[in-house]
């Protein structure tokens, strides 16, 4: 006898892994953030009405636009550096400094879209 | 120096599931980690369960989670992890006691890769060895260095969902075959690793390299398994 083998999310959360966990998963909420999004807006163009009003409110807010863009923005260019780096796997054994150069693109990519998402809903 | 050390202890025969217990016990900063648990078992608490032989990061039985993180307690110093620590069990297989967890699940996977020299050409002239040269032996050195201790194995998330993936160590056993350029079986064992529990489960997460005591490009060497599977080509 022994205890079960299983990886309960918070234990597994709980794991200090180097800077790819991270993005690992970021990635993976990336991915749900998107297929939220992708479901709110079928179901809104679907049901129409009230409910479909207000579902297209929530996902046109400022709030949730600086979250949708994080999702689409981090979950692609994520996604390219594994893409680059599964073609040429000799580049692997410098995984920690594609993370860097990773964040690199990201945060000033992403950083001009708060900008101007923040602006518009602002400064108008 | 007082080193604190709060451990994960588990019993089958008292406990329902496991609980934390700390200790507090006098070590030097140059002391391994494994000092301190043969401190704990020796002064404390004799019932405290462990794997050890070598203690010298040869023999890979003593991989654990030190703060939160695989590593071998014979090869991890106190003035690098700190006087407070928090031992645990390898995650993603069935604890038995303690630190002890049962590591057949993850043999199972190592004796899938066909972890043994395949070659049933006649032995050379010579009845000796088959030669190799020094750039054949380097396209697979890195992976020879395998102690099985199984720290990067349990430190992948993919591993801890689905125990059917043959996980990081089952690999790097393999790429230390498939590109030996005297072993003749590495279309089989690339096939093997084609399936579905093979290298598609990996997701380039990086935590198997993070964990490796023995400094092994782990999630390199999965990667040109994936390529050889893709390409064909060794
Ligand atoms: S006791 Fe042998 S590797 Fe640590």
Request: charge should be neutral.
């Amino acid at each position: 006898m022994g205890l079960s083998r299983n990886v309960s999310l918070p234990t597994a959360l709980r794991y200090r892994g180097p800077a790819g966990y991270l993005t690992f998963i970021l990635h993976r909420i990336g991915g749900l953030g998107m297929a939220l999004f992708i479901s709110m807006h079928i179901l809104a163009s679907f049901v129409g009405g009230g409910l479909g009003e207000f579902l297209n409110a929530v996902y046109e807010s400022w709030i949730f636009q600086i979250f949708i863009f994080f999702c689409v923005f981090f979950h692609a260019i994520n996604g390219l550096r594994i893409v680059i780096l599964d073609l040429f796997p000799k580049l692997l054994e410098h995984q920690t400094q594609a993370i860097w150069i990773e964040w690199a693109v990201f945060i000033p990519l992403y950083g001009f879209a708060v900008f101007t998402i923040l602006k518009t809903a602002f400064g108008g | 120096m007082d080193v604190t050390i709060k451990i994960l202890r588990y019993s089958p025969e008292k406990d329902e599931r496991g609980h934390y217990e700390t200790y507090t016990v006098e070590a030097h900063e140059n002391d391994r980690v494994l000092d301190v648990l043969e401190l704990v078992k020796g002064h404390k608490d004799g019932s405290l369960a462990f794997r050890r032989s070598c203690a010298h990061g040869v023999c890979g039985s003593d991989a654990m989670r030190i703060n939160g993180k695989n590593r071998l307690a014979c090869k991890t110093l106190i003035r690098d992890v700190g006087t407070t620590l928090t031992i645990e069990p390898l995650l993603g297989l069935p604890i038995k006691k303690d630190l002890i967890v049962d590591m057949e699940p993850f043999f199972d996977n190592y004796k899938k890769m066909l972890p043994y020299f395949i070659n049933d050409d006649p032995l050379p002239a010579d009845g000796r060895e088959r030669l190799q040269t020094p750039e054949q032996r380097a396209r697979f050195d890195d992976t020879t260095k395998c102690i099985m201790c199984a720290a990067c194995t349990t430190a992948c998330p993919s591993y801890w969902a689905n125990d059917e993936y043959y996980g990081p160590a089952a690999i790097v056993n393999a790429h230390r075959f498939v590109f030996d350029s005297r072993d003749q079986a590495a279309d089989l064992r690339l096939q093997i690793l084609a399936e579905t529990d093979g290298t598609a489960r990996c997701h380039t997460i990086y935590n198997c390299t993070d964990a490796c005591p023995r400094g092994i490009q782990v999630t390199k060497a999965i990667g040109e398994v994936k390529m050889a599977i893709m390409t064909g080509k060794v």
